[in-house]
């Protein structure tokens, strides 16, 4: 089965600072998705990044970018010029595709929740 | 607005009420989902759907039933609630097609049995 570790329960970082969220999967698959979800106060669960595992580029969207280690089953988010509203709780989840279509079913790591500092 | 809704979105209830949290989308999407989080657990599945009258267990179906009669609706049934049944539920839902997939979370149902 797939697991998906994240190591650190809590971050924080300084208003317009950086952080990295670390997080590392276990799956014997070669073609699978993995995301980055967030998870304000609101408890809305949004997508913040996608990457596909057959793609070598790293993913990117605006300030959030991911470092994908595909040998080391790494997927760590980094968080550029940090906002107030970065704050909330970050899940780190897998998701198996075979023939281009998903299985659709995500498996989350435990959470990273994400403090910044004015 | 494209979106996947929820109700009710807070529950209190007693030990072996029966219950049933709906759950809607307008996207058209073929497959559906319910997770449970839980603190220091993530997210966990319950039960999926891939279309309508095919359901199949998640990786904590006990104490649940779900069904898919229609397309849009997926409603978690929980026939005889417990304490450790209490939790922040999930459904989703998305198209199953690379390389656009992505899964659309509901608002949250955050139940309590005491």
């Known amino acids: 089965a797939q697991t998906v570790t994240q190591s650190q329960p809590e971050m924080s970082v300084q208003e317009a600072e950086t952080v990295t969220l670390s997080c590392t999967y276990d799956?014997?698959?070669?073609?699978?998705?993995l995301f980055w979800y967030k998870q304000p106060p609101s408890r809305q669960m949004i997508l913040v990044i996608r990457q596909e595992a057959y793609k070598q580029q790293n993913a990117t969207e605006n300030r959030f970018s991911v470092n994908f280690q595909k040998a080391a089953k790494s997927f760590s988010l980094k968080i550029s010029d940090s906002q107030l509203g970065d704050a909330a709780m970050y899940f780190c989840a897998y998701d198996d595709y075979a023939g281009g279509t998903s299985y659709g079913k995500l498996t989350f790591g435990q959470g990273t929740i994400l403090t910044v500092h004015p | 607005e494209a979106q996947v809704t929820q109700n009710p979105r807070y529950l209190i209830t007693v030990t072996g009420k029966k219950l049933t949290v709906t759950c809607s989308q307008n996207m058209n999407h073929e497959y559906m989902s319910w997770y449970r989080q839980d603190p220091g657990l993530g997210l966990r599945q319950i039960y999926y759907?891939?279309?309508?009258?095919?359901?199949d267990k998640g990786d904590v179906p006990e104490g649940y039933k779900v069904s898919r009669k229609e397309k849009r609706n997926f409603p978690l049934i929980l026939e005889s609630p417990s304490p450790n049944q209490t939790s922040l539920y999930f459904c989703a839902s998305s198209l199953r097609e690379a390389p656009t997939d992505t899964q659309y979370f509901g608002p949250g149902t955050r139940l309590t049995v005491l």
């Open positions: 759907s891939m279309n309508v009258e095919v359901t």
């Open positions: 799956t014997s698959e070669s073609d699978y998705y």
